[in-house]
């Protein structure tokens, strides 16, 4: 089992950035593929990005590609969002998660994940 917690999150002018990490507890956290998601006021959750246990693979949303970057310290026990050039439309409570599944097709879905952080609230402003 592993404990997420997530921090990072804040106020942000339009085109600025943030960086988000979450950290997980337990020996095992490298075991884990680990995604993002978010969640927008009246919105469904949605996917935003994923990456494997070992780091050598990466999965985004259409709506973030090239904007955000997600990576790993498995050493830290931490996975970390990268948020450059937001949008208003960025602004939501973003979660992280935690998978044991290795079939990629499945980290684009909530269903896919094991566990789950508290969520951290991130307000981009126009």
């Known amino acids: 089992q592993v404990q997420l917690v997530e921090s990072g999150g804040g106020l942000v002018q339009a085109g600025g950035s943030l960086r988000l990490s979450c950290a997980g507890s337990?020996?095992?956290?490298?075991?884990?593929?680990m995604g993002w998601f978010r969640q927008a006021p009246g919105k469904e959750r949605e996917f935003v990005a994923a990456i494997s246990w070992s780091g050598g693979s990466t999965y985004y949303a259409d709506s973030v590609k090239g904007r955000f970057t997600i990576s790993r310290d498995n050493a830290k026990n931490t996975v970390y969002l990268e948020m450059n050039s937001l949008k208003p439309e960025d602004t939501a409570v973003y979660y992280c998660?935690?998978?044991?599944?290795?079939?990629?097709?499945?980290?684009?879905?909530?269903?896919?994940?094991?566990?789950w952080g508290q969520g951290t609230q991130v307000t981009v402003s126009s």
């Open positions: 337990g020996r095992t956290f490298s075991s884990y593929a």
């Open positions: 998660a935690a998978a044991t599944t290795r079939t990629a097709a499945r980290y684009f879905f909530m269903s896919g994940y094991d566990y």
